[in-house]
């Protein structure tokens, strides 16, 4: 063999065992590009000079007619699903709850996943698949959760394996070994990892009465399968059992005759993992325990909860742990996969992983060891007086990067577009506790001048959520769309009779400002630009108008204030894209926001280069990718007045 043939075949096993393979080959195999979860392509077709020449070349309802098999299931509002593109197609879970593939060119479908007979709807879409192809290169399969299972498809065909699981599906309320699942949900999309398919779980999170809250709840494990098979090869709990790391963190009530471990549930990986394939090591993003704004029932710590938790993908065992929420009452989930990078800080070349949070840090560490790269300090935290409660008295606070969002609230923050404006502003956050981050939940206080409950900021949706960062590995920068939603966390005593709790949420509202404007200062939605190398941020630029055309406004001529919508980003060789959300179908949406442009921007100065109108909001993850010499970027959209679907870009 030649030199030159040589130094070709290992750069191809290299790729073929790289998680930013597919990209390299102008693919999208996971949900987040790869198992890195970076949301980035190579490609660079699509270039400052000529994103403002992208238009749409074709569109897909999110319940293609080829697929409904006579079901007249109207395709819903809005969807959050992202496809893949491996082998020339797309990879989709579709609104009937099915999976299905569709040309990546032109969107047409190419084979379905059939509804039984009888059947008009699997469930709803997911927001991603999984796709997996063997070391030889021929068996190829796309891993989907349908309904309560666990399926393989191959990808050519769209044909189930039989011999996957019993009669082709595993049963995900089944293999749990300390208590009873009779339903399970979950949303985000498996990961493989080296032929172990990670999956999560979205048990309901129980806050009021009106959804029966009770200290009991079932787990929210983490397991692993096999991707040949769907054998269970191993389980995490979450909630770590008598024996396990973690387990002295739950400790026991004084009227309680069972540890609080025995009995509390969720603790979920809602969101999706990342991993580490030549390390062999996958990544956890895990949330709240059981009642998320009381945790008097269960007293301690509360590993792993709000914590980023590293196993090994092969067997589950536990490598390393990093708690960024003691005795979590706040909802501060993970909501998103973290991002891994090969960073230099100080002359020394780091391993990395960071992972944005909903309270507006992002946290940085050695993905091998563990080790924060900037030191994480341990500062003290306000203490609350909700009966029966248990409070940390300190929180973790990374000392880099800077927070990528507002913490807290004071006089200081209010909107003050106009000396008006900020008295009404001022009047309105009397009525409420407020203070720094971590400011506990409180009980509504009903009597005359009595406080309605703590204003929280961020609120249960960011800063980050669901959408997640988008990373580039030539410079190390992670973008960061993040929105100013703060939200109002009042306690009642629990009336209804079947619940076991003393205390639980009674509302949990947007804390709206004077006339119907925000209470804070914008920018309400913003892109923020960090450097993993120096733990600084590079740039912030408000993402879309926000309420600046509000009568009380709209003669101040004012800059751009973001819409506090939840996008999330793309990141290619030449540009950041980003969408400005919908309208309507997202939780504590508030009113008159989202829009219909797609963005280009600089990524080293956060300029606007180029503006795409489409025909909705973007409601979930964009993704780009090559097919015929051609580079496309494929995104679901949604609006007021139509029903969801996927729609492509190009360049003429």
Wanted: proline share 8%; aromatic share 8%.
């Amino acid at each position: 063999m030649s030199r030159i043939a040589s130094l070709l075949l290992v750069t191809l096993l290299s790729l073929a065992a790289s998680p930013v393979a597919g990209a390299q080959a102008g693919e999208w195999r996971a949900y987040s590009s790869d198992a890195a979860g970076t949301k980035y392509t190579p490609l660079d077709q699509i270039t400052a000079d000529n994103a403002g020449d992208l238009q749409v070349v074709w569109r897909q309802s999110t319940i293609p007619d080829a697929i409904r098999q006579g079901s007249t299931v109207r395709a819903p509002a809005v969807v959050q699903n992202t496809p893949l593109m491996a082998d020339g197609r797309l990879y989709v879970s579709t609104a009937l709850g099915t999976v299905a593939a569709l040309d990546a060119t032109t969107g047409e479908v190419v084979w379905f996943d059939p509804l039984p007979d009888g059947v008009t709807r699997r469930g709803s879409s997911s927001r991603g698949v999984a796709y997996w192809r063997g070391r030889d290169g021929e068996d190829a399969r796309v891993i989907a959760i349908v309904g309560s299972t666990l399926v393989a498809l191959n990808a050519r065909t769209g044909a189930r394996y039989p011999d996957f699981g019993v009669d082709g599906e595993v049963d995900l309320t089944q293999g749990y070994d300390t208590r009873t699942v009779t339903t399970f949900g979950w949303r985000s999309a498996p990961l493989v990892v080296n032929d172990v398919v990670i999956v999560g779980s979205a048990i309901t999170d129980v806050t009021n009465d009106e959804m029966l809250a009770r200290k009991e709840m079932p787990p929210g494990d983490v397991r692993g399968f096999d991707v040949r098979t769907g054998e269970q090869l191993w389980i995490f709990h979450t909630v770590p059992q008598e024996g396990e790391v973690g387990n002295e963190t739950w400790l026991t009530r004084t009227d309680e005759d069972q540890a609080s471990w025995e009995y509390t549930g969720n603790t979920n990986m809602w969101a999706w993992p990342s991993a580490d394939e030549e390390l062999g090591y996958v990544y956890l993003p895990l949330s709240t325990p059981t009642n998320d704004y009381y945790g008097g029932y269960r007293p301690g710590n509360n590993l792993f909860a709000e914590s980023l938790v590293c196993l090994d993908a092969r067997t589950g065992e536990l490598i390393w742990y990093f708690q960024a929420v003691h005795h979590g009452v706040w909802d501060y989930d993970f909501p998103a996969a973290p991002n891994l990078v090969d960073i230099t800080v100080d002359g020394r070349d780091i391993k990395a992983i960071a992972i944005v949070s909903k309270q507006g840090f992002t946290y940085v560490f050695d993905r091998v060891t563990g080790e924060p790269v900037w030191p994480i300090e341990e500062r003290s935290v306000p203490e609350g007086n909700v009966p029966g409660e248990w409070y940390s008295p300190t929180q973790p606070f990374p000392t880099k990067p800077p927070p990528f969002e507002q913490q807290g609230v004071t006089v200081d923050d209010l909107i003050d577009f106009t000396p008006a404006l900020r008295r009404e502003a001022e009047e309105i956050l009397a009525g409420y506790v407020s203070g720094p981050l971590f400011t506990p939940p409180t009980l509504i206080d009903e009597r005359p001048g009595g406080t309605r409950g703590t204003i929280q900021a961020p609120g249960l949706v960011g800063g980050a959520d669901w959408t997640g960062a988008a990373l580039d590995p030539e410079t190390g920068t992670l973008y960061v769309p993040t929105v100013r939603t703060p939200v109002v966390v009042g306690l009642k005593r629990s009336e209804n009779p079947r619940s076991n709790v003393a205390w639980v949420m009674e509302s949990l509202d947007i804390a709206e400002g004077p006339q119907g404007l925000p209470l804070l200062k914008p920018p309400y939605g913003s892109l923020v630009a960090i450097d993993l190398n120096a733990g600084e941020i590079l740039w912030r630029v408000a993402n879309g108008d926000g309420p600046r055309d509000h009568p009380a406004l709209r003669d101040l001529d004012l800059p751009p204030l973001g819409q506090a919508a939840r996008v999330s980003p793309l990141v290619t060789s030449t540009l950041v894209f980003l969408g400005e959300g919908v309208d309507r179908g997202m939780v504590l949406l508030p009113e008159d926001v989202g829009g219909k442009l797609f963005k280009a921007y600089d990524k080293a100065t956060g300029a606007v280069v180029a503006e795409i109108e489409l025909p909705g909001g973007v409601s979930g993850a964009p993704i780009s990718y090559m097919a015929n010499g051609r580079q496309y970027i494929v995104m679901p959209i949604a609006w007021s007045g139509m029903t969801s679907e996927w729609v492509a870009l190009a360049l003429p």
